[in-house]
């Protein structure tokens, strides 16, 4: 196979459930590959919302104290390439195709998932590039994630709340316990939720792990009408910063990576105005032309925090519709209910993709918990169209519900911003 597309084509074709999760699948060839202790500091990203944002900009603080930094992200919106980067760029094609192939040497008669493919990729480029810093994002769980084969140095838990049920368990508690299986034993760990699942901190007090939890340890506050925000850090060198811009991004995720920085790198230096300003995530509660807001919220949690983004930069009264497309394992009722009621019109599409929910069903779901008129859409290109035809040209067409849909959605603005 010599194209990247081709070894994606093969290796999503691979069907999940029928490879028995765990490690120990893809330890012997993680160490086989990676025949010495990685000499790189990793730091290890999970929680339910808000992991793409604290690795994002704590790699970009590290990028500005001047180290050479390998990010691990997934799902990625337009290629492949954007879950590997160096320094915040995007490996080139020819790595990743050399990576893949090397596994597929080594792997012999043992299946390997899509994902599974991806983090060993990721692993071989930062080692064999030799990066400083290792910042790596949980994809799902925690504990069987293949990232987890890594001996992290630290790790940041952003929050616990209820998504991916039917993989994870059906509560917080059970949620928490699969989450805090990266945390290692005494090593840092740093909360970004005030009251976490017992679970969580339970697994913390076995393991030994110096905790630093988010209203305790470190702390942020903000400041609405000014659209600033503050951090303050409690640790031992105590450190503040003050009406930073208030930007689309999650600041509780903000402050886990500002604090991880301090735990790492007490002494280290770096441009705190750069960094916020290069940690620049597409698709999260971002507003294109002014017109489109795209979010890549998909559960109950995370549709909160969009509806708070509105809240605070649209005035009352603002006529708003939303295209909504979700994969089918998803609580289509709990995921819009912060929504309910600030929504003229919704469209309902079906992203090209098998894991999807119909947009019928979507619609049927909808409509039995609002009032509001719900149409159906054959794509989510047609329900951009048809959505930015019937909003008022002062209203906003908020695009959610999955990376999928927010993906699909991009091209079709780029066509309606080039006719309207």
């Known amino acids: 196979m010599n194209s990247l597309e ?149 790790a940041i838990l952003t929050n616990v709340e209820l998504d991916h049920q039917e993989w994870l368990g059906n509560d917080r508690e059970a949620i928490g316990k699969e989450k805090s299986g990266i945390f290692k034993f005494q090593k840092p760990v740093i909360l970004g939720q005030e009251n976490p699942p017992l679970t969580v901190i339970e697994a913390t007090k076995k393991l030994q792990n110096r905790v630093l939890n988010i209203g305790k340890d470190f702390t942020y506050t903000l400041n609405i009408p000014d659209q600033t925000w503050s951090y303050f850090f409690k640790g031992r060198n105590a450190v503040s910063y003050e009406n930073l811009p208030l930007q689309n991004l999650s600041v509780a995720s903000l402050s886990c990576a500002l604090t991880s920085f301090f735990v790492l790198e007490e002494k280290g230096n770096f441009d705190l105005s750069c960094a916020l300003k290069s940690t620049n995530l597409r698709g999260r509660c971002e507003l294109i032309n002014e017109r489109f807001l795209l979010d890549v919220s998909h559960n109950e949690s995370s549709v909160s925090f969009l509806s708070t983004f509105i809240d605070r930069n649209f005035a009352v009264g603002t006529k708003i519709s939303a295209v909504l497309g979700v994969m089918a394992d998803k609580n289509v009722k709990d995921m819009i209910a912060p929504l309910i009621g600030k929504i003229n019109k919704w469209y309902t599409a079906s992203p090209n993709i098998k894991r999807s929910m119909i947009s019928e069903d979507v619609s049927s779901l909808v409509s039995s918990i609002q009032e509001a008129p719900v149409k159906t859409s054959n794509s989510v290109e047609e329900a951009c169209l048809i959505a930015h035809q019937e909003t008022p040209s002062n209203g906003i067409i908020i695009i959610f519900g999955s990376f999928y849909t927010v993906a699909e959605a991009f091209p079709s603005i780029k066509h309606l911003k080039l006719v309207s």
């Open 6 to 154: 081709s070894w994606l084509d093969r290796i999503q074709a691979v069907d999940p459930n029928e490879i028995e999760p765990g490690l120990e699948r893809i330890r012997t060839i993680y160490e086989s590959l990676v025949k010495d202790k990685l000499s790189s500091k990793i730091v290890v990203i999970g929680g339910t919302n808000g992991k793409g944002t604290a690795a994002e900009f704590l790699s970009q603080i590290l990028i500005s104290n001047s180290k050479n930094v390998g990010t691990f992200t997934s799902p990625h919106l337009f290629s492949f390439n954007e879950r590997i980067k160096v320094n915040g760029i995007p490996v080139s094609e020819e790595l990743i195709i050399e990576s893949f192939s090397l596994i597929e040497e080594f792997r012999g008669e043992v299946k390997l998932t899509y994902f599974d493919f991806s983090t060993l990729a990721a692993l071989l480029i930062f080692n064999k590039l030799n990066v400083d810093f290792m910042v790596l994002e949980i994809g799902l769980g925690g504990r069987l994630d293949p990232v987890n084969i890594t001996d992290s140095d630290l």
